[in-house]
């Protein structure tokens, strides 16, 4: 299959689908408008993201614990979904935002029940994904992760869809203000693309539309307001955005509130690297 990427983007006040060619990105009716001119939306409308814990092994080696025998999952809300060049808000009163850079499986036909040698026909193709987590969440979530992961912006995912992709030996990069943080390969995955779709549709039905996000490498740390986060994929672009601090504070009439235990700590600045006298991992991406 050729490859060939397509965004959805805010043209003339409508949500249009379009396809890159080169530096212009044309719709179907032959309007076109510059890559970097374009207001991007996400490229896929998900009725699910599903999101593996741990699968790359610089990841299970940083977090000094073993996989299990199978894949473990999550779900993100829809609502958190965000899109390329937009802002990812850190509510005010929290401080543990951390960025995770992710490949997206994004789902082409309805799949149910499929063997992983199948899988590879219901895949629409790949896109670019941070899975962020609010750490200041961890000590309510009981292993749910919906407040960690699921505040509304923490899943942007873009800038298009790119079909005919390969997933096998590709980089991927996370990098804050033009520095590289992460910086992994997809040989890394314990569990590849076709193997986690295969798992999830033995009893969950994927829709077109539907995203899976495959794992992230090591080194996810905390990002702050005026931060820029780029995610890099080798053959898939470069997922861009901010971060800001919201407008209103956490409410403290309801709910559990931010907590800076030992865990969320150990987690937004890197293991346990902090309370076990383990040397400080290397942020600088020379590693």
Known sequence: MPVR??????LDGNFVDVERRGDELVAGDGRTVGVAA???LAPVIPSKIICVHLNYSSRVQEMMVS???APTYFHKPVSALNAHESAVVRPLGCK???YEGEIAIVIGRTAR??????????IRGYSIANDYGLHDFRDTDSGSMLRVKGADTLCPVGPGVVEGWDFHGKQIRTLVNGDVRQDGNTDEMK?????????IARTITLQPGDLLLS??????RTVYPGDVVEVEVEGLGTLRNHIVEGPTPIRTDVGAQPTESEEVLSTAQGGDWEFRGIRKPDLS???
């Open 5 to 10: 990427e397509t965004r959805r983007i805010l």
């Open 38 to 40: 374009a207001v991007h």
């Open 67 to 69: 996989l299990p025998a």
């Open 96 to 98: 543990w935002l951390n």
């Open 113 to 122: 029940n499929i063997a992983p040698d199948q899988a590879g026909d219901y």
């Open 191 to 199: 569990w590849d693309m076709h193997y986690l779709v295969a798992d």
């Open 215 to 220: 794992g992230t490498p090591a080194i996810s």
């Open 285 to 287: 991406g020379k590693h």
